[in-house]
């Protein structure tokens, strides 16, 4: 079963503490995204990853960090840098070539509550 | 902000009715797509349309496209409960290999 998958979908955190969302795939993509989405918006970019150990930052990567050691994985850890974190993080892979050319493929997204 | 607008925020109408939405971006695209999100889920690929085209069907859906003015329009016709949805527009800029999204159209199908 092809996809995308991110765990855990519920995350709680208390303040001052690093944590790490997962995204994996088995689509054999090349390309990896991390999104945020706050109530009532559109995405955002935070940072995306062409090739395995490479990465670049999006629109607002400040208080996040990434990794890119395998092709398949690609976790977010958002540090306590942030400042404020609740919100709904989605990953999304896009297939060799991709260039725009064609659809994003999105995970379920994971929802990060700060207490 | 690079991201684009899209109006109106919420629309509500009643099943069976078309539903239209616009979207309006700043920067010349290589193409522009529609996506669906239902609440708290991921975004699905509903529809892409090319620079170089002005009109796109997919069964329920019409995409328009006019690079002059910068937008684009999603019309879903006869619309169902089950389109109760955010849809969402997305550029992909020229030159650049990531998508811009909107802010989003919060559409309501009342049964």
């Known amino acids: 079963d092809g996809g995308i998958t991110q765990s855990p979908k519920y995350l709680f955190r208390k303040e001052g503490q690093n944590v790490t969302l997962s995204c994996e795939q088995n689509l054999n993509h090349d390309a990896m995204y991390w999104y945020r989405q706050d109530p009532g918006q559109g995405l955002r970019l935070i940072y995306y990853?062409?090739?395995?150990?490479?990465?670049q930052k999006g629109d607002i990567a400040e208080g996040y960090s990434v990794s890119r050691e395998k092709k398949e994985s690609f976790p977010l850890t958002v540090t306590s840098a942030q400042k404020n974190p609740t919100a709904f993080y989605l990953c999304a892979s896009t297939p060799p070539g991709w260039a725009g050319k064609d659809t994003q493929y999105f995970g379920p997204g994971t929802r990060l509550t700060v207490l | 902000s690079q991201q684009g607008e899209e109006d109106p925020q919420a629309l509500s109408i009643q099943e069976g009715e078309n539903a239209t939405m616009n979207c309006s971006y700043k920067t010349s695209i290589n193409n522009l797509q529609w996506y669906r999100q239902n609440s708290g889920r991921g975004l699905v690929h509903l529809i892409l349309i090319r620079s170089n085209e002005r009109e796109k069907h997919s069964g329920r859906l019409r995409v328009t496209l006019d690079t002059s003015k910068k937008s684009s329009s999603l019309l879903i016709t006869a619309s169902r409960a089950a389109d109760t949805a955010s849809y969402f527009c997305?550029?992909?800029?020229?030159?650049?290999?990531?998508?811009?999204f909107g802010q989003g159209t919060r559409l309501t199908i009342n049964p």
């Open positions: 990853s062409q090739i395995v150990n490479d990465f």
């Open positions: 997305a550029s992909v800029i020229q030159g650049a290999q990531k998508l811009v």
